[in-house]
Protein backbone atom coordinates (compact mmCIF):
# COMPACT_ATOMS: atom_id res chain seq x y z
CA UNK A 1 0.00 0.00 0.00
CA UNK A 2 1.62 3.41 -0.89
CA UNK A 3 0.45 6.85 0.02
CA UNK A 4 1.76 10.31 -1.45
CA UNK A 5 1.11 14.05 -0.76
CA UNK A 6 2.25 17.08 -1.85
CA UNK A 7 3.41 19.83 0.44
CA UNK A 8 3.27 23.18 -1.94
CA UNK A 9 5.52 26.02 -1.38
CA UNK A 10 9.46 26.25 -0.54
CA UNK A 11 10.65 23.26 1.10
CA UNK A 12 11.21 24.41 5.16
CA UNK A 13 13.84 22.38 7.05
CA UNK A 14 13.96 21.55 9.98
CA UNK A 15 15.65 24.03 12.29
CA UNK A 16 17.28 24.13 15.67
CA UNK A 17 15.10 25.22 18.25
CA UNK A 18 16.02 27.92 20.78
CA UNK A 19 16.09 27.17 24.19
CA UNK A 20 14.96 29.53 27.08
CA UNK A 21 14.62 28.55 30.91
CA UNK A 22 14.94 24.69 29.74
CA UNK A 23 12.04 25.28 27.22
CA UNK A 24 12.17 24.55 23.32
CA UNK A 25 11.06 27.32 21.17
CA UNK A 26 10.00 26.23 17.81
CA UNK A 27 9.76 29.16 14.83
CA UNK A 28 5.91 29.53 13.63
CA UNK A 29 7.28 29.45 10.65
CA UNK A 30 8.42 25.92 11.29
CA UNK A 31 5.24 25.03 13.47
CA UNK A 32 3.12 25.96 11.22
CA UNK A 33 4.88 23.76 8.27
CA UNK A 34 4.83 21.10 10.63
CA UNK A 35 0.67 21.69 11.15
CA UNK A 36 0.57 21.96 7.04
CA UNK A 37 2.59 18.62 6.77
CA UNK A 38 0.27 16.81 9.29
CA UNK A 39 -2.82 18.05 7.66
CA UNK A 40 -1.90 16.64 4.19
CA UNK A 41 -0.89 13.73 5.89
CA UNK A 42 -3.63 13.26 7.76
CA UNK A 43 -5.72 13.96 4.45
CA UNK A 44 -3.89 10.98 2.43
CA UNK A 45 -3.87 8.24 4.72
CA UNK A 46 -6.35 5.46 3.60
CA UNK A 47 -8.36 3.37 7.36
CA UNK A 48 -6.72 1.27 8.01
CA UNK A 49 -3.34 2.20 7.93
CA UNK A 50 -1.11 0.81 10.67
CA UNK A 51 0.84 3.05 12.36
CA UNK A 52 3.06 0.52 13.77
CA UNK A 53 3.76 -1.25 10.33
CA UNK A 54 7.58 -0.15 8.90
CA UNK A 55 7.92 1.92 6.28
CA UNK A 56 9.79 3.26 2.53
CA UNK A 57 9.48 7.36 2.34
CA UNK A 58 10.57 9.21 -0.55
CA UNK A 59 11.03 12.70 -0.35
CA UNK A 60 11.52 14.77 -3.77
CA UNK A 61 12.59 18.42 -2.35
CA UNK A 62 11.73 21.13 -5.50
CA UNK A 63 13.38 24.45 -3.96
CA UNK A 64 13.71 27.42 -6.10
CA UNK A 65 16.95 27.97 -7.85
CA UNK A 66 18.69 30.46 -4.87
CA UNK A 67 17.22 28.47 -1.88
CA UNK A 68 20.12 26.59 -0.15
CA UNK A 69 18.70 24.09 1.95
CA UNK A 70 20.24 21.07 4.00
CA UNK A 71 18.27 17.55 2.46
CA UNK A 72 18.81 15.95 5.92
CA UNK A 73 16.84 18.38 7.49
CA UNK A 74 14.28 18.70 4.61
CA UNK A 75 13.74 14.72 5.32
CA UNK A 76 13.80 15.14 9.33
CA UNK A 77 10.90 17.99 9.35
CA UNK A 78 8.87 15.89 6.89
CA UNK A 79 9.58 12.62 9.22
CA UNK A 80 8.68 14.15 12.27
CA UNK A 81 5.95 16.11 11.61
CA UNK A 82 4.43 12.94 10.25
CA UNK A 83 4.70 11.38 13.73
CA UNK A 84 1.54 10.21 14.97
CA UNK A 85 -0.41 10.38 12.12
CA UNK A 86 1.40 8.11 9.58
CA UNK A 87 3.43 6.40 11.77
CA UNK A 88 3.61 5.95 15.59
CA UNK A 89 7.38 7.17 15.69
CA UNK A 90 10.06 7.86 12.96
CA UNK A 91 12.04 5.29 13.87
CA UNK A 92 9.63 3.00 12.10
CA UNK A 93 11.33 3.98 8.86
CA UNK A 94 13.66 1.50 7.54
CA UNK A 95 13.93 3.05 4.23
CA UNK A 96 14.55 6.76 3.15
CA UNK A 97 15.73 8.24 -0.03
CA UNK A 98 15.71 11.97 -0.31
CA UNK A 99 16.45 14.11 -4.00
CA UNK A 100 16.92 17.71 -4.40
CA UNK A 101 15.44 19.07 -7.54
CA UNK A 102 15.22 22.61 -8.73
CA UNK A 103 11.80 24.54 -10.12
CA UNK A 104 11.92 28.26 -10.60
CA UNK A 105 7.92 28.00 -11.15
CA UNK A 106 6.67 25.40 -8.61
CA UNK A 107 8.58 24.79 -5.39
CA UNK A 108 7.06 21.83 -3.43
CA UNK A 109 8.12 18.98 -1.34
CA UNK A 110 6.79 15.87 -2.81
CA UNK A 111 6.38 12.77 0.04
CA UNK A 112 5.87 9.02 -1.25
CA UNK A 113 5.17 6.07 1.81
CA UNK A 114 4.82 2.47 1.46
CA UNK A 115 3.98 -0.05 3.83
CA UNK A 116 7.44 -2.55 4.24
CA UNK A 117 6.90 -6.49 4.85
CA UNK A 118 9.71 -7.82 6.44
CA UNK A 119 10.65 -9.33 3.20
CA UNK A 120 11.27 -6.63 1.52
CA UNK A 121 12.56 -4.18 3.93
CA UNK A 122 15.68 -7.43 4.74
CA UNK A 123 15.99 -7.78 1.10
CA UNK A 124 15.84 -4.13 0.21
CA UNK A 125 18.90 -2.45 -2.09
CA UNK A 126 18.68 1.28 -3.54
CA UNK A 127 19.88 1.87 -6.55
CA UNK A 128 22.47 4.75 -7.20
CA UNK A 129 23.77 6.30 -10.37
CA UNK A 130 27.61 7.24 -10.61
CA UNK A 131 29.12 8.61 -13.58
CA UNK A 132 26.67 7.66 -15.44
CA UNK A 133 26.73 3.47 -14.25
CA UNK A 134 24.08 1.75 -11.92
CA UNK A 135 25.67 0.42 -9.04
CA UNK A 136 23.86 -0.32 -5.47
CA UNK A 137 25.03 0.27 -1.94
CA UNK A 138 26.26 -2.84 -1.55
CA UNK A 139 29.41 -1.43 -4.33
CA UNK A 140 30.55 1.16 -6.72
CA UNK A 141 31.81 0.29 -9.85
CA UNK A 142 35.29 -1.24 -9.37
CA UNK A 143 36.71 1.80 -11.46
CA UNK A 144 35.52 4.19 -8.60
CA UNK A 145 36.41 1.99 -5.51
CA UNK A 146 39.51 2.64 -4.03
CA UNK A 147 42.49 0.28 -5.14
CA UNK A 148 42.69 -3.06 -2.60
CA UNK A 149 45.92 -4.35 -1.91
CA UNK A 150 46.32 -7.78 -3.62
CA UNK A 151 46.41 -10.76 -0.96
CA UNK A 152 50.43 -11.72 0.60
CA UNK A 153 51.33 -7.60 0.02
CA UNK A 154 52.84 -5.96 2.56
CA UNK A 155 51.87 -2.61 4.17
CA UNK A 156 54.26 0.20 3.89
CA UNK A 157 55.80 0.87 7.53
CA UNK A 158 54.29 4.29 8.99
CA UNK A 159 55.32 6.63 11.51
CA UNK A 160 58.33 6.73 14.09
CA UNK A 161 59.42 3.33 15.66
CA UNK A 162 57.51 1.00 13.10
CA UNK A 163 59.14 -2.01 11.37
CA UNK A 164 61.41 -1.21 8.58
CA UNK A 165 60.62 2.56 9.64
CA UNK A 166 63.80 4.86 9.31
CA UNK A 167 65.48 5.46 12.79
CA UNK A 168 65.79 8.94 13.77
CA UNK A 169 69.65 10.03 13.30
CA UNK A 170 71.38 11.86 16.67
CA UNK A 171 71.32 15.22 16.23
CA UNK A 172 68.27 15.80 15.06
CA UNK A 173 67.61 15.80 11.07
CA UNK A 174 67.72 12.65 9.10
CA UNK A 175 68.17 14.15 5.63
CA UNK A 176 71.41 15.31 5.16
Known amino acids: MILAFTVEGKPVP ?7 HGRKLTTEKQRSYQRLVRALAARSRPRGWDLNA ?22 KQILDSCNKVLWSDDRHVDVL ?9 RPRVEVSVALLTVAERDGAKIDITIDNRPCTLEGAPAE ?6 PQGAKQKPRGVGAPGARPKTAGGSRHG
Open 97 to 105: AIVRRVERE
Open 14 to 20: WARTAAY
Open 144 to 149: LRAPSR
Open 54 to 75: RFAVEIVAHGTPKQRFDLDNVG
